[in-house]
């Protein structure tokens, strides 16, 4: 990497990496997307400073990143309220700043949501593969070398700073998106739905399941009410491809939310996520609660027509 040395980490808090909006098309190689699990929030601070929507941020989790910055930037913070500080002042989300040389930025803890992401003017220069700078952590690839941040890591951009694009974009206050503790996710039935039982897909469909601690990027697991299988069916299946979304059902009963880091799967699915609700996904921490709204697929298809319109409209504002 020999661009602009942008940003040192000076602690890289609980897990923090490199991601844009993934790798797509390498299923079948057992590649998998990997990239923002908010995707939304990446996506609008990428606007924010002038950047494609797709270009890499960073993406940290709950608390403890500290950056100090090497050059004069323009960046912005999106995603979980964790608390942002400049200089060990309050910085406000959801639109753009400048950072200059020797300034820091810190992480306190999280108000609400999970994962924040900083996004920089250029975007961070490293080396894609297989179409992406995401990283990859099962298969240690992608981001920056492959593996979360760590103290001493220099990341650099490609773009060198320039008042070409100055501070002060925002996000409309009424558009930001709300991280509560209880969630209501919107799903589609199956794929294999009608191998549970009637008691199972009531138990699913009006339970609220309490999120493990034991969740990651692979994905969500989730506490509460045994959604049971029809009788005499095996606890597995053959194993299949699998997308994020997918709410898998292990022999245990507990539903299962796959994220990005997964490929294929041999649970069944009950049903899955639809598209205009997967960024939130990435805002949901253990302890938070979770229902299942069931909606038909013309309902998911209007959800995420509004989120793409709102999000075509912010990019035609800043023309």
Not at 25 to 42: E, H, K
Not at 233 to 257: M, R, W
Not at 273 to 296: C, H, T
Request: proline share 6%.
């Amino acid at each position: 990497m020999a661009g602009l040395a942008l940003m040192e980490i000076i602690s890289p808090g609980l897990l923090t990496t490199v991601q844009d909006l993934g790798r797509f098309g390498f299923g079948r190689y057992g590649v998998a997307p990997s990239g923002a699990l908010d995707a939304f929030a990446l996506r609008i601070g990428n606007l924010l400073v002038g950047n494609t929507e797709d270009q890499a941020g960073i993406e940290t989790t709950l608390l403890g990143l500290r950056i100090r910055a090497l050059t004069d930037s323009v960046i912005a913070v999106t995603g979980a309220d964790l608390q942002p500080q400049h200089n060990k002042r309050p910085l406000a989300m959801w639109c753009a700043h400048s950072l200059r040389k020797d300034d820091e930025l810190a992480f306190r803890g999280p108000v609400s949501g999970c994962r924040a992401y900083i996004t920089v003017k250029g975007g961070l220069d490293v080396l894609p593969i297989l179409g992406s700078r995401s990283t990859n952590l099962s298969s240690a690839f992608g981001g920056f070398e492959g593996r979360p941040l760590q103290t001493g890591d220099i990341l650099r951009s490609a773009v060198a700073y320039t008042h070409a694009e100055q501070p002060g974009r925002k996000f409309h206050p009424d558009l930001i998106p709300v991280y509560p503790n209880e969630w209501v996710l919107r799903v589609l039935w199956g794929p294999q739905d009608d191998h549970f039982s009637r008691a199972g897909r009531q138990a699913f469909r009006h339970s609220i399941y309490r999120v493990s601690p034991q969740s990651d990027r692979t994905g969500i697991r989730l506490e509460g009410p045994r959604i049971e299988r029809k009788p005499h069916t095996d606890e597995s299946i053959i194993s299949e491809g699998l997308i994020s979304g997918a709410i898998q059902v292990p022999g245990d009963g507990q539903p299962i939310i796959i994220l990005g880091e997964t490929v294929t799967g041999g649970y069944r699915k009950i049903a899955t996520v639809i598209a205009a609700d997967l960024s939130v996904l990435g805002q949901i921490k253990p302890g938070d609660a979770i229902r299942f709204e069931a909606v038909s697929i013309e309902e998911a298809h209007q959800a995420l027509r509004a989120r793409e319109a709102l999000i075509a409209r912010f990019k035609t504002s800043l023309t």
